[in-house]
C-alpha cells in the first residue's frame, strides 16, 4: 500500500484513509435531508447555549444538566440507527451491552473515585491546607468567555495527555485497550481501561473560580461539540465547524489500523489546537482497531495494562541480565 503523503508524513500505507474534505463522502438526499445533515451540529450547540444562558436559576443546575446529556445521547442512538456513517459500525447486542457497561461504570465506580481523589478533589485538598486561594477574577468577565476557558483549559491539558499516552509506553499501556474498538458509536468514549479513563479526565480548572452558571455551560459546550467524536452517523458539517472542532471524521483517522493516522487529532472538542501544534489530519477512516480489529474482551481491558507492563518488564530484565552475564553476546538475530 502506498500511502498518502501528508506534509513530512506518510498516511495510509497499513490500513486505507480518506484525507482531504473533498474526498469524504457527503450526505445525500432531499433538501430537508441534506438541511437536517448540515445545521443540526451548530444548531444543537446555539441553543444549549441560549438555554443555559438564559434559564431561570430553578432549571439551571446540574440535576437538569445529567437529563439533557443523556436525553441527548439517546437522541444520537437512534439516530444512528437511521442513518448509519459505515454499516460496518452498526451496533449489535454484544457491543451495546459493552458500552452499557463502561457507561454504567462512568456514572458509579468511577464517578466514585473521581469525586475523592480527581485532580479538581486533590486541588481543592491542597489549595484549603495552604490557604491558597483561588484565581476569583475570572468571575468578573463576561459568562460566555468564562465558559469557553473552562473548556479550553480543560481541552488544552488533554490534548497534552492524550499526546504523551501515544509517546510514552507506560501511558500508552492504559490508553491502548481504547484503541482496540472497531467502531465508533455514541457510547464508545466510555470503553476503555478504568486507569485510562481517569487519567484522561485529570485537569487543572480546579485552580480557578468560575460561575456556576458558567460551568454549566461550559458542560454544554463540551457535549454539543465532543459527542460527535464517537458517533455513526455522517454530517455534511459546515467548513467552520470542521476547521474549529473536532468531528467524527477527525477522530476516526486517530482510530485507524494505520499507525501513522493515529498519532493525529488528540484533542478532544478544539481540533484548532491540533493545527497549531501541527497534528491535525482531516479526512476519514472505517477500518478501526489494532492487531487488524481484533476485539478485546472486557475481561482483558480491563487486566491488559498490567499483564503487558509485567510481560514487557520481564523481557527487559531478561535481556539485562543476559548482558550482564556475557557483556560481549551479540544478540541473535
Known sequence: MDGIRVGKRVVGTQSPVTIGWENVPKVEGGFFKRLFFSWFQPAVLFGLIAFWYYAPNSIAKASVA????????????????????????????????????????????????????????????????????????????????????????????????????????????????????????????????????????????????????????????????????????????????????????????????DFEATRSNYANSFIFIDRIFGTCLDGEAELLGMEGGRRMSIREQMTYPFTEGWKTLKERMGRAAAVSADPHAVPAE
Do not use: C
Open 66 to 257: 445529567i437529563g439533557i446529556g443523556i436525553g441527548f445521547r439517546v437522541f444520537l442512538l437512534v439516530l444512528e440507527q437511521i442513518a448509519p456513517r459505515h454499516e460496518s459500525w452498526n451496533l449489535t447486542w454484544k457491543e451495546l451491552a459493552t458500552d452499557l457497561f463502561y457507561v454504567g461504570l462512568g456514572y458509579t465506580a468511577l464517578g466514585l473515585v473521581d469525586f475523592f481523589i480527581s485532580s479538581d478533589a486533590l486541588i481543592e485538598a491542597a489549595r484549603n491546607s495552604f490557604n491558597w486561594d483561588k484565581l476569583a477574577w475570572f468571575t468578573h468577565w463576561p459568562l460566555l468567555l468564562q465558559a469557553f476557558i473552562i473548556v479550553f483549559i480543560f481541552d488544552f491539558g488533554q490534548y497534552w495527555m492524550h499526546r504523551g499516552m501515544h509517546n510514552w509506553y507506560p501511558l500508552w499501556l492504559p490508553h491502548s485497550v481504547h484503541h482496540y474498538i472497531t467502531q465508533l458509536n455514541i457510547n464508545k468514549g466510555a470503553v476503555g481501561n478504568p486507569l485510562e479513563l481517569f487519567l484522561i479526565g485529570l485537569g487543572i480548572g480546579g485552580m480557578f473560580d468560575f460561575l456556576p452558571r458558567a460551568a454549566l455551560l461550559a458542560g454544554a459546550i463540551g457535549m454539543a461539540i465532543g459527542t460527535y467524536q464517537h458517533i455513526n452517523v455522517r454530517f455534511n458539517t459546515p467548513a467552520w465547524w470542521r476547521f474549529l472542532f473536532n468531528t467524527t471524521e477527525h477522530h476516526s483517522l486517530h482510530h485507524s489500523r
